[in-house]
């Protein structure tokens, strides 16, 4: 078992880790050269540009009832100021009763009775998701561009090889809670929102900055709402989503916008999704102590019961044969392997790392490092991990990003890496790793400050190239030192 | 009934055991449905002891065995009807009139007769179990002036009617919504699972549509009612009890009573048929593993390559081509057979024979769509005719030779597709400016030839035009399975007629004719009511043209995933030598489609699926493909990557692979 104090000390303040090689991480002292985009920290918004304009209550009822279904409306008359007293009762009655009920049910599901935005910063991948700038943020899968979903709702699409810079706006698109592309696909961008899902068509020779709302299809279902996580089959045909709200898991086809709710009773939800990259299964955490792991072929589930909380994060190998995943409460990394072989049941997972609290002595004084686990990340190659670590604001532990060496055959291994930290005051809140990075792995990391930066960690696979049926064959690698690559960041260029 | 395909070892092997299995769980289900409809339809508040005891006496008594019995052959029969009338291509009616014409075709009468039938059957087991008012027909009673008759019992009459109003609008809806239509899904799910799954739709749909029918049926009654009652009294010798107030008027039929227990009936009987069409689909569509290749010659008939070139029976086909695609995502054994060679000679005789259907099977849809976009496109414009240019069939291909990659027509076409049609195009002279659109029923006779694969919507047009065309008629207006004939895919364009038997000069009469019946067409084209018949339904024909797209979607599904698969698994490089073939095969349909959604009436995003009982697959098939297809060109090209340059290719064909490469479609 791997744990923190194994690890090299963090930096000094005022250094930044720039990438790794020759097996360790470099820092530099500042970071003007590698700051690539800077996100304005502005709520953009065009409401601040009108006035308030008040409307009849039937008409306010009307678009809360579109927007937020029965409960939108409930609050939206009691929280009206008319004059109509007999109506407020009538209106106050229903909704006691129906607080009463809820309540009942909420007793047994608390997140039920959060709201949907709590909701959504609850059980989202990215830490603090309410006040962050980049809510979500997706690396195309084959080619050198991603999308960033921004505070304002909006979202930013980042290609190296086109001057444009597309950003996608909906009437529906509020409170983007994940953004991922589709496999096999040049151009559909699914969104998470809170009310629905929408599968964004963005041609990618198109010159147009702003496409219409035209290009987006709304995938929407009763009860589903809001989305807090989403995930595309790899071979791009099938795309799954979740809502803490729906018991039921929804598998859609969106080409012809059809879904089919794959429900199991237990659990009150479905709060994360991951997909294996070999396609063959699907993690589905619920916000009780309760874990599914799907089969895709015929769509059972295993039940896995957690003991302290509930499932907070996974990662698949990239073989598809083995999950990492962590658990609300505890500082540890829990592994499961999945096998074809028949007979070989594993009836617990094992702790492959232990993050507790460590502290190291540095010429800062003490910093204290560890602690509960925000999200988990493994680059393709399986030979990087990243841990996103919570950190605690009140005995001034701040977030950090500690890095694993992985080695999964011929047994798994974890070896300790490093961390990785930004600029002074920057918090890290999202990352992801770059899915086919030629030279070893790249992660993206998404700050508080509303930078994203990419760390490359160069290293030569040591596994043969992965000739999978999902994996392209990746071509066969020079040696070449990390020298070459320090001055050609990926997007360095194009975005001031 | 029993055509030929009834002979199928497949149908009698599987599909007729099938549609048993299903058959028999829907009897099984009956009881504690029954249950539950008694315990609903004797509902009270005020006695529930009372109630429930009834309830219980009710389910063990005789009668209720005996309307289990009877109720239990209805659903033997709804299934039989259920297997007799099921189609896996929908028969997709262009124009109102084509519509009609479904709705009065002697089969679909039949069907609706019987449905008539069992749905009285089933509403006198509701009047039994229910008891009371409704138990019997007729009642002793006093006439006023003292002497005991039998009365009619009028609520009794009501019910065994709503039943036959139900049972026929059952049947007729099933024509419109394409209820007889069976649909494959992606996601493929236990069977259980999917029952499951399937019931609270089934629950809803039979509730609202029971509603529906029953507001319709109280219109009619209220209206027409007195019609059966006067011809049950004379018929029978019953009298109409003049103390009673009858129940043809507006207070007799706002009885709420009359009108749940009309309501619960009507239920009860939609959601006993649903749940038979719901298993049957559930068993029909279960994946069916073919083996792909015998050890012994007698079972070499029902091997895959074998099996996915029959044309008949469809369910056959679409079952191989199904379990085609999951064998190419799932199965690498069952690949490695695919991909091996035989074993004397050593020829790869299963991937030839899996390549070449599939890759005909995309030609076929590739034809049919340029076909209809040249009719669409020339909007009643006359072309040049440039003589001596015939059309190129794709009947000169020698598919005889293993080694030789099959070559599609379309290979010979390095340009456009498109450039051909222009510089000849099937259109005659003198068809040409009367073919304002492929559907309308003003095309002309030889066109209607020519896309007979597409056309199959109106079939008003058939019926009147020459005996030629008649002899494909019957097929065109039935619902049933036969219909696969016309829409098969397996359809080759080699069997179109050539138009050069039409293009002879344009005599003096000809020109004559044609004159009319432009003046005909334009004088009726000035009515409403034959518009509003004759007028295309939107979407209409652009589903038509994709109705049988499954089995497309199937064929790009498993061949690109055969090809990725072989990138590492096959040995011998058997894949290698179609690969140009499959390639420029897809860009070409790519190119097709791309440019059937650029037509203008082709809306870009599939309507919403409303909860119906009727399957909405098939509208939403040529999106379906549309993603498949550019899935599929995906697939192969990140799997072989810049590999891709050393195959042979046109210079239109590699230039649209290179914004794939780059991923810029």
Known sequence: MCSLALFPPPLPSGHTTLCESNNELLSGASSEDHRLIQVSQNKLGINTAFLDHSETLWMRSAAAWRDGGFTGLLNEIT???????????????TLALLQWVSSFHGSLFPHLTLSSEDMIAEFSQVLNWPDCVVRAFAWHPHTDKFAVALLDDSIKIYNPKSATTPTLKHRLQRSVAAVQWKPLCA???????????????????????????????????PGHSPVTSIAWSPSGSLLVSASPMDTAMMVWDVAAENCVPLQRVGGGGVTFLSWSPDGSHVLASTPSLLFRVWETRMWT????????GRCQSGCWSPDGSRLLFTVQGETVIYALTFTDAPGKVYTAAAVVADLSETTFNTQDGDITVGGEIQSLAWDPKGERLAVLLKGLVQSDRPPVIAVFKTRTSPIFELLPCGFVQGEPGAEPRLMQFHPNFQHGALLTVCWSTGRITHVPFYFLSAGVPHFGLNGSPSLPRPQERPSDFANQSLFTEMIS | MFSAQQSCWFVRKVICWRAAASIAWAVLLLPPTTAAFIILSRFSILHPFQWISECLSLLTSASAIFSFILLGGVIIIVGFLNLEY?????????????????????????????????????????AVTIGGRYETLGYPCVESDGSPEMCLNEYHLVLLLAGAFVGFSHSLLGVIHNMNYVSFHTVQRYKYLRFKGSLPLVVKCSATQALYSVRNYIVIYFFLGYIPKTWMCKTLNLHLNSSLHSLDTIA??????????????????????????????????????????SSFTEDSHQCLPKVITEKQPMILKFLALQDLALLSQHAPLRRSEVFSLSQPGGHPHNWNAISKECLSLLSDLTQRLIVYHDTVATNGRAKPLSTGSERKTSSDTSGDDPFTPKSTPLMKTPASVF???????????????????LDSPFASPALRRLTAPVGQCSPWHDTVQSPHIMRRGPKLWSTSTDSHVNGSPQLSPASVPSPKQEVSKPSLLAQFLQNRKEQVKNFLAKRVLIMYLFNKLPEASSQALFADSQAHIWALEGLSYLVQASFSEDRFGVVQTTLPSILSSMLVLQEAVDRHFKLPHASSKPVRSSGTMGDCHYKTLRFALRATLKTAIYRITTTFGDHLSTVQMSAEHRKRLQQFLEYKE
């Not at chain 1, 589930?301 to 302290?308: H, I, L, S």
């Not at chain 2, 227990?261 to 073919?290: K, M, Q």
Request: net charge neutral.
């Open chain 2, 86 to 126: 099921y189609t896996v291509i929908p028969n997709i009616a262009c124009s109102k009139i084509a519509l009609l014409g479904q709705l009065l075709h002697p089969r679909q009468f039949l069907s609706s007769l019987v449905h008539c039938i069992m749905g009285i059957i089933v509403a006198w087991c509701c």
């Open chain 2, 419 to 437: 450039t051909r049609s222009v510089v000849g195009g099937p259109q005659s002279p003198l068809t040409a400016p009367f073919t304002p659109d």
């Open chain 1, 187 to 221: 151009s559909a961008l699914a969104v998470a929102c809170q009310n629905c899902l929408l599968v964004w068509h963005v041609d990618p020779c198109s010159l147009s900055t702003r496409p219409s709302s035209g290009c987006a299809q709304v995938l929407s279902h």
């Open chain 2, 252 to 293: 007799g039929l706002l009885d709420l009573c009359l009108i749940y227990h009309l309501w619960i009936s009507a239920t009860f009987l939609l959601f006993t048929w649903y749940i038979t069409l719901v298993l049957f689909r559930i068993f029909v569509t279960e994946v069916y593993s073919f083996p792909v290749q």
């Open chain 1, 79 to 93: 929280n009206s100021h008319t004059e109509d007293i007999f109506q407020i009762l009538k209106i106050w009655c």
């Open chain 1, 301 to 308: 589930c295993e039940r896995w019961p957690c003991v302290k």
